[in-house]
Each structure stands twice: as C-alpha cells, then as structure tokens.
C-alpha cells in the first residue's frame, strides 16, 4: 500500500519475474494484515471497557495498514534502487538464451554422435575386411602347404615303394646268385 499523497509505483507486467516476486512479497506480508479479531482484543485486554476494546482495536488496524504499506514502500524503494527488475529480466532473458542453446547444441551433438558413429562403423568394416583378408591369405598358406606335405608324402610313399621293391629285387637275387 502507498502512503497516502504518494503515487503508487506502477506494477510490472503480468507474467513478468518481478511482477511475481513483488506477488510473494505481498503474501508474505498478508498474516500482518490479519488484525485481531474483537474476541481476541477482549481475551488479550481484559481489563478494559469494550469501548476501549474496539478503539485499541481500531487503532491496531491502523498501526498494521500503516505498517503494511510502509514494508511495502520500502522494499520497491530498495528494489528500485537495486535495479532488481532490470536484473531480473535479464537473468530471465540469459537463462533463455541458455536453454536455447542447449537445444541447439543437443541437436548438434545428436548429428556430431551420428557422424561419428558412421565412421566408426564404416573404420570398423574396413578393418573385418582386412582381417578377413590376412584370414584368406593364411588359408591359402596352409592349403599350400597341405598340397606340399601330400606331394612330399606321396613322393616319399613312391620313393618308398621303389625302395622296398629295389630291396626285394636285391635279396630275390642274392638268394638266385648265392
């Protein structure tokens, strides 16, 4: 509440961060405004007439309102002098910003993820080929080798079949010339 004679400063746009923080200002100081009910100023003062009763309480309505209105006074006075409107809209525009950002570079980390995982792949292709290939190639060595020892065993089986026919044709004729 202004005082009175004084001009209330104008309220922030709705929706505005300040206009929410002078908001929850005001119901922070709303349990001051609660002013005593005539059964609690009778409970409270006992003693007195009720006309006194109702005038002190008449008098603590005022002394509350007037209070009120000063609390408030004071604290757009010092967030004025604070600049917290300004403050806030630009901590409300930068944190904006950010969150833009940060969708713009999720979406660049998503493409940069997925380029980097098609090269990985195709790297990694490349490199079962080559693997592939040195298998083949070692493959084909011990087919060669294979066919080798086969024609080395079959050569070695012939050479020893002419051997033991050459040995049996040597004792067939020492046995006929001796």
């Known amino acids: 509440m202004a005082e009175k004679g004084k001009a209330a400063a104008p309220l922030p746009p709705a929706g505005s961060t300040r206009s929410k923080v ?24 006992p003693s007195f007439t009720s006309d006194d009763q109702r005038r002190l309480q008449q008098l603590f309505i005022k002394v509350i309102t007037s209070l009120h209105g000063h609390i408030e006074d004071v604290f757009e006075s010092l967030c004025d002098e604070m600049k917290v409107g300004t403050v806030l809209d630009t901590v409300e525009q930068l944190v ?8 713009k570079s999720d979406k660049t980390n998503i493409l940069d993820i997925s380029r980097d995982l098609s090269i990985s792949k195709k790297n990694e292709i490349q490199h079962l080929k080559e693997l592939l290939e040195k298998a083949e190639g070692h493959n084909l060595q011990i087919r060669a080798r294979l066919e080798l020892i086969k024609k080395g065993r079959q050569q070695s089986s012939i050479t020893e079949d002419a051997l033991q026919k050459s040995m049996s ?3 067939s004729h020492k046995t006929y010339s001796g």
């Open 22 to 45: 002078d908001r929850s200002f005001r119901r922070a100081l709303l349990p001051l405004l609660s002013t005593g009910s005539m059964e609690e100023i009778r409970n409270a003062f």
């Open 96 to 103: 904006e910003e950010q969150s833009l950002d940060l969708l």
């Open 169 to 171: 044709e040597m004792q």
